[in-house]
């Protein structure tokens, strides 16, 4: 019998067993030493996820759950361990769309026999599929041979990109350059208890985004012609304004797991920005908005998850950063989604950062640099205030393009409270609610959101040191 299990008995070991073909293995142990912080575990204070028991990921593991992985199939048998507490760390860069001998799966890998995109283009084209009657005022969910196709496309990807992350586990990279692309982490609901640190995540890229005819769809604010029943060409519901591509993978997914901290790590979308993939329909649903979407969140917080700290992290390039709460239908969210947000780094997040609903959200000294005028990812908004959410913003800074107002930071949607104080913009102190209110005389927020955050890491910065502190130490490598 040949066992070979690399990193976490160590090559010798791995060989030795090889050889002897013996069912007897060595004790376990990492090929490489602990790096130093592996065992550290959340500070007492350090925002929503130091609640109650804080948060210790695997930091009191035995040294046969303490691993050293290089590969996705290493990372596999590490979180193999379960719930048992476990360190793991990354060394390099680990791609999660790879198959068992580590060769990289493309969409033609994943791609159902049944689906070919042209001809899904061709047959949910607004012009030939919002021409049917509309259900409930909006064109009808697509159905038939392509739209399923799809959907076991996406579903080969999914079974091997989105990884599942058990809880007591600690997840740290070995020094400055640990990667993980081309995937999703999802820490689960009935998951607690865990630490990812000194990482850089790219690239959770959806071969297969599903075209949403009734997304954002509205017979008000249609183009030329717009209008229910369809008549001709020029005149009916595929004149109206709407729809939009979705696509499945965050870059790290926290749904309905408590007790969770993201700490100096980094999320982009790679070498594939989604400024690469246009409209491909004609007006009126050329528009921004409907570029093809291959990437979803960075960092989406969702489904009762609870007691969450994302700390000294780098957000980059990217339209929707932080989903914190993802319908406003779920209210038994109501009393959980709390969630702390500090010292981050947001460069070009054009919005969603964050967009949030039901939770009690605290986001202090974090850095915003953007431009509303920018060709790829310009700056839409920061702060979503959505349905019975409850914002409190601290000394955050914001280095907008000349012109920009304290207004443009803050959007509502359906929201009713929000705090802000000592934020600055552009250089300057900004009243982030009471510009708000002024230029949305119908949509106006209360500055009572009825909490106040007890919980910092350590006194809060003033605002005029946030840019300095930020850049210096938010990011993989800087710990």
């Not at 409190?392 to 107002?405: H, I, K």
Request: glycine letters at 10%; charged letters at 25%.
């Amino acid at each position: 019998m040949s066992i070979w299990m690399p990193y976490r008995y160590g090559v010798a070991g791995a060989v030795a067993v090889a050889c002897l073909g013996s069912l007897f293995l060595s004790p376990a142990r990492a090929l490489e030493p602990e790096t130093a912080f592996a065992r550290q575990v959340l500070a007492e204070n350090d925002g929503w996820a130091a609640v109650g028991v804080g948060t210790t990921g695997g930091s009191t593991a035995a040294p046969e759950n303490i691993y050293v992985v290089a590969d996705r199939n290493a990372l596999v048998v590490a979180l193999a361990a379960g719930d048992a507490p476990k360190i793991i760390q990354i060394k390099g860069t680990i791609n999660l769309s790879v198959d068992e001998a580590g060769k990289e799966l493309t969409e033609k890998d994943y791609a159902d026999p049944g689906y070919d995109f042209p001809r899904y283009v061709e047959t949910y084209k607004p012009e030939v599929w919002n021409i049917q009657p509309l259900v409930k005022g909006r064109p009808p969910e697509l159905t038939g041979p392509l739209e399923e196709a799809r959907i076991r496309s996406a579903e080969n990807q999914k079974a091997r990109v989105l990884v599942d992350i058990p809880s007591n586990t600690t997840i740290v990279g070995l020094g400055a350059d640990a990667k993980i692309v081309k995937g999703n982490l999802k820490i689960g609901p009935g998951t607690g208890n865990v630490i990812i640190r000194n990482i850089a995540f790219e690239d959770s890229f959806d071969y297969f985004p599903a075209w949403s005819p009734r997304d954002s769809f509205s017979l008000k604010s249609g183009a030329e012609g717009c209008q229910e029943s369809y008549v001709d060409d020029s005149t009916g519901p595929q004149r109206c304004r709407g729809g939009r591509w979705n696509s499945e993978y965050d870059l790290v997914t926290i749904e309905g797991a408590t007790h969770v901290w993201i700490d100096h790590c980094s999320f982009d979308d790679g070498d594939r920005p989604d400024k690469m993939f246009p409209p491909v329909f004609a007006e009126p649903h050329n528009e921004f908005e409907q570029k093809i979407q291959h990437h979803d969140g960075l960092l989406d917080i969702v489904k009762q998850a609870n007691y969450v700290t994302v700390s000294d992290s780098v957000f980059r390039d990217h339209d929707k950063v932080h989903l914190v709460g993802s319908s406003d239908k779920m209210t038994d969210d109501g009393g959980k989604l709390k969630v702390t947000f500090r010292h981050n780094h947001y460069v070009n997040a054009m919005q969603r950062s964050p967009r949030v609903r039901y939770g009690e959200v605290h986001v202090y000294n974090n850095y915003f640099e953007g431009n509303r005028s920018r060709e790829a990812y310009p700056f839409r908004y920061a702060f979503g205030v959505g349905t019975e959410s409850r914002i409190y913003s601290e000394n955050n800074v914001f280095a907008l393009d000349e012109g920009a107002t304290a207004s443009d930071v803050v959007a509502n949607y359906r929201g009713e409270v929000f705090f802000d104080s000592g934020s600055i913009l552009n250089g300057r102190g900004a009243d982030l609610l009471g510009d708000f209110n002024a230029a949305n005389a119908k949509k106006t927020l209360s500055g009572d959101v009825g909490w106040k955050p007890a919980f910092y890491a350590a006194p809060l910065l003033p605002a005029t040191a946030v840019a300095e502190y930020v850049k210096t130490h938010a990011g993989p490598g800087k710990l």
